[in-house]
């Protein structure tokens, strides 16, 4: 059997056949070579509008059943919206512990379980930069739900871990990163940073680079100033 002279594939184009170019980085990113994501894209965030009833599936029950059990449902729910399948709640956010109380209480909803307390920063887009989403979970009925609040820098909202003990490190994370402070937690000190850092790494005017590593004197540069590989 002879033996090919050059291997089979082997001329497919291949990044060492490619000649280097000065508008491509990594992972064929074009432009600036910055592969953060923040080379210049701006995404165009989606506006929430309220959904129009009938929800569809058991979201009109939720609603229902919350607007019944809860005297300040009104005052309280800022809109509703159903997106991909998904119902959420925005409450207001001195309102939150209060709502959260009621779905975990009454008999016709049951929502036991919160998974999760996430937070986004839309600095630029909305006067109420901090958006906090709670995803509930009622084990009892096999359903789900979430709620978000939103503040702007400097406000404060009220803590669920007395209702959702699952919160407890959630809100501290969410503290530590974004800043938000949550009036009534138990121990809201840092959880990932340490106690003496300075500033909250997941806000969108925090810097992407240049933080000093403690490790031999280590800098993480910059995005705009790492090399770019061809």
Not at 101 to 119: G, H, K, P, T, Y
Not at 170 to 197: C, K, S
């Amino acid at each position: 059997m002879s033996v090919a002279s050059t291997p089979e594939g082997a001329q497919l184009g291949s990044p060492a056949e490619t000649p280097p170019s000065p508008d491509k980085g990594m992972f064929g990113v074009e432009g600036t070579g910055d592969v953060s994501g923040f080379g210049g894209l701006v995404r165009r965030r989606p506006t929430d509008v309220d959904s129009p009833r009938p929800f569809g599936g058991y979201f009109d029950e939720v609603y229902d059943a919350l607007e019944e059990a809860y005297p300040g449902f009104a005052d309280a729910i800022e809109k509703v919206v159903v997106y991909r399948g998904e119902l959420t709640l925005h409450i207001k956010p001195e309102r939150i512990a209060e709502v959260c109380q009621i779905v975990r209480d009454d008999e016709s909803l049951r929502f036991e379980l919160c998974s999760s307390v996430d937070a986004v920063d839309y600095l630029g887009s909305d006067p109420r930069r901090f958006h906090i989403s709670y995803q509930l979970t009622s084990m009892t009925y096999r359903r789900r739900v979430r709620l978000e609040a939103a503040v702007a820098e400097g406000v404060s909202l009220p803590s669920v871990t007395s209702i959702y003990p699952t919160a407890d490190w959630q809100e501290r994370e969410i503290y530590d990163m974004f800043g938000v402070v949550f009036a009534g937690h138990p121990n809201l000190t840092r959880i990932l940073m340490p106690d003496d850092w300075e500033g909250h790494p997941q806000r969108k005017d925090y810097p992407l680079g240049g933080v000093p590593v403690e490790y031999k004197g280590a800098v993480i540069p910059p995005p705009d100033q790492r090399r770019v590989y061809q």
